[in-house]
């Protein structure tokens, strides 16, 4: 059974203050995505990596960043939260396109809140 | 641009009614769609997949190149079935990848 883990459940953190999300995978998965889920917009892709060290942009990347050193582990980077980036962060891993079931799974959310 | 519509917001029906939630699409290649489910306090999860012609908790979905739609259907609606729906579309991207894009969603709210 795929597990995907994200750290936090719940996170409150200040405005200007530097925001680490962690995600974790244990099926060895090449790609991991992080989204991000608001009522009403549904699922924006934030950034997703397909390998160790390679990451690239979803549609809204602008104040993310995103580190990929191991395999298992995808880390989602505020560098300066503010309160619009107040929301639901998923993070998801599949597994690369032609290797079988390629749908993704889901970890269970980190709820966010920038006061 | 390539993506997932989902019309409707919210879909209120009562227990032992047919539901049919719409998905169309928008794609150039030849489309991989899926249905993603989303309980109360769970975590996002497959519901069912348009190549696999299956009927998972009694809901159905299929493929309809000509109205490019994926419509997800269940004659006679639960009231566990209640949750929200996000149809999914698989993009091509880097390194041999894929990304799932999503709908907006369609929360269902089955009445007793």
């Known amino acids: 059974d795929v597990k995907v883990t994200q750290s936090s459940r719940y996170l409150v953190k200040r405005t200007g203050e530097k925001v680490f999300l962690e995600c974790v995978q244990d099926?060895?998965?090449?790609?991991m995505f992080w989204y991000r889920q608001d009522p009403g917009l549904g699922l924006r892709l934030i950034y997703f990596s397909y390998d160790v060290k390679m990451k690239e942009k979803g549609d809204i990347p602008e104040g993310y960043s995103v580190s990929r050193e191991k395999k298992e582990r995808f880390s989602l980077i505020l560098e300066s939260a503010s309160t619009n980036q107040t929301s639901m962060y998923l993070c998801?891993?599949?597994?690369?396109?032609?290797?079988?079931?390629?749908?993704?799974?889901f970890g269970q959310g980190t709820r966010l809140t920038v006061v | 641009a390539q993506r997932v519509t989902q019309p409707e917001k919210l879909l209120s029906v009562f227990k032992g009614a047919p539901v049919e939630l719409k998905c169309n699409y928008s794609?150039?290649?030849?489309?991989?769609l899926f249905w993603y489910v989303q309980y109360s306090r769970q975590r996002l999860q497959l519901l069912l997949r348009?190549?696999s012609r299956e009927s998972i908790k009694g809901f159905t979905a299929d493929l309809n190149k000509g109205e490019t739609s994926f419509h997800l259907k269940k004659p006679f609606a639960q009231e566990e079935d209640s949750a929200m729906y996000y149809c999914a579309l698989k993009l091509r991207a880097s390194g041999g990848s894929y990304i799932p894009t999503f709908g907006r969603g369609t929360s269902l709210i089955v009445h007793p």
């Open positions: 794609y150039s290649g030849s489309p991989e």
């Open positions: 998801a891993s599949s597994l690369r396109l032609g290797q079988g079931r390629t749908e993704a799974f």
């Open positions: 348009h190549i």
């Open positions: 099926m060895d998965h090449e790609n």
